[in-house]
């Protein structure tokens, strides 16, 4: 088969590439060149910065594949950056990796796949693609530790049906490293990327603040019952459910208090005891199938940020109005912003972006 591999230049792409070789398939690597280097060199693990590409272009040399670069940084400013301090200045907390697979990885790349002819993309993340009696299906990966199937909820069925997963089914990025020193690969001892590739040792408020200063700037933090309790330093700094980072306004006496709302329009950050924060029902937002779309409640688990174990909940889909609404069957608090992915076990039912909570 000719595959394209989208090679990030880190240790599971660069991995993804050397198998698909030796497994005898024709092998092209592609790199997006994704952000300015100037303020991400001094970051190591960063996916895509000058060092990065360096490397896939290495690991290409010693696999003997051709390689190319693409220049995407415009676009990913404009769709992933800039998307990313436009939804905190909406006081929500945005889940970049998935604007980024949708508008950048997955378009840009099936549509440079297609015009090389090729039949494939590969990339490293952990998910598994599964060929089921209706069609392809998207599963958890067999390391739930690495699992990113969160983070693929929005890719299309037609997306998901080009698109290969070769270490879905690695136990652990033990085996991952492994098999890259088994394959020769430099990179094999290259550190994980961390969170966020484009923000600079965590501090991703300097970025909101650059793109975005109005969500830098100061307001007040009230209490439910209308008290002000203090001053904040940007409402960007706040999820819905946050405990830390609240100052004197973190606690009521001997009440620990929360994150209820952020308030956009009157820069304000509004704080409750944890009972008080709605928590029954969650109204989600450009909703992506991966399954038949339900027709009546749908049992099912639901994941509600990137690092937390499906809990179960009912979805009801309302067609007309494009809209999921879940009861999780514990009360759960929920970020507007952050993604809400259905699970049926291991499958990835479909998902959307969480809009509000009542
Ligand atoms: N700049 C890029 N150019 C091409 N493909 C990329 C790029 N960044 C990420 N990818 C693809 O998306 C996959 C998942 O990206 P993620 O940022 O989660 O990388 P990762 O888990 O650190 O993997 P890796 O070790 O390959 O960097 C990568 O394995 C790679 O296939």
């Not at 696999?63 to 950056?81: K, Q, S, T």
């Not at 405990?243 to 820069?267: C, H, K, M, N, T």
């Amino acid at each position: 088969m000719r595959i394209l591999v989208a090679m990030s230049g880190g240790v599971d792409s660069s991995v993804v590439a050397g198998l698909l070789k030796a497994e005898g398939h024709e092998v092209i690597g592609a790199t997006l060149q994704l952000y300015d280097h100037g303020a991400a060199t001094a970051r190591r693990g960063a996916c895509c910065a000058g060092q990065d590409i360096h490397d896939a272009r290495r690991v290409a040399d010693t696999l003997d594949i051709p390689h190319y670069v693409l220049d995407r940084e415009a676009r990913f400013r404009d769709a992933v950056v800039q998307d990313f301090a436009d939804s905190y200045a909406r006081g929500e907390t945005p889940i970049p990796c998935v604007r980024c697979n949708q508008s950048v990885k997955f378009q840009d790349l099936v549509l440079l796949a297609r015009d090389l002819g090729v039949e494939a993309l590969a990339t490293g993340h952990y998910a598994r693609r599964v060929e089921g009696p209706a069609g392809v299906e998207l599963h958890r990966a067999a390391d739930p530790a690495r699992d990113q199937s969160y983070f693929l909820f929005a890719t299309t069925a037609a997306q998901l049906a080009f698109c290969r997963f070769p270490l879905g089914g690695y136990p652990d990025k033990a085996a991952v490293r492994a098999e890259a020193l088994r394959l020769g690969l430099a990179v094999a001892e290259k550190p994980d990327s961390q969170d966020i590739c484009f923000v600079p040792e965590g501090r991703y408020s300097d970025v909101v603040a650059k793109f975005r200063p109005d969500a830098a700037e100061a307001g007040e933090i009230v209490h439910l019952d209308g008290r002000v309790l203090g001053q904040h330093a940007g409402i960007a700094r706040f999820t819905v459910g946050q405990g830390r980072g609240l100052g004197q306004a973190s606690r009521d006496g001997d009440q620990p208090l929360y994150v209820a709302a952020v308030e956009p329009g009157r820069r304000r950050v509004v704080v409750g005891p944890r009972a008080a924060l709605p928590q029954a029902q969650i109204e989600v937002a450009e909703v992506n199938w991966l399954s038949p779309p339900p027709s009546g409640p749908l049992a099912c688990q639901v994941k509600l940020r990137a690092r937390e174990v499906p809990q179960p909940a009912t979805a009801h889909w309302d067609v007309a109005g494009g809209l999921l609404r879940v009861a999780p069957a514990v009360p759960a608090i929920a970020a507007p912003g952050q993604a809400c992915v259905l699970y049926d076990g291991d499958r990835v039912l479909g998902g959307g972006f969480i809009r509000r909570t009542a």
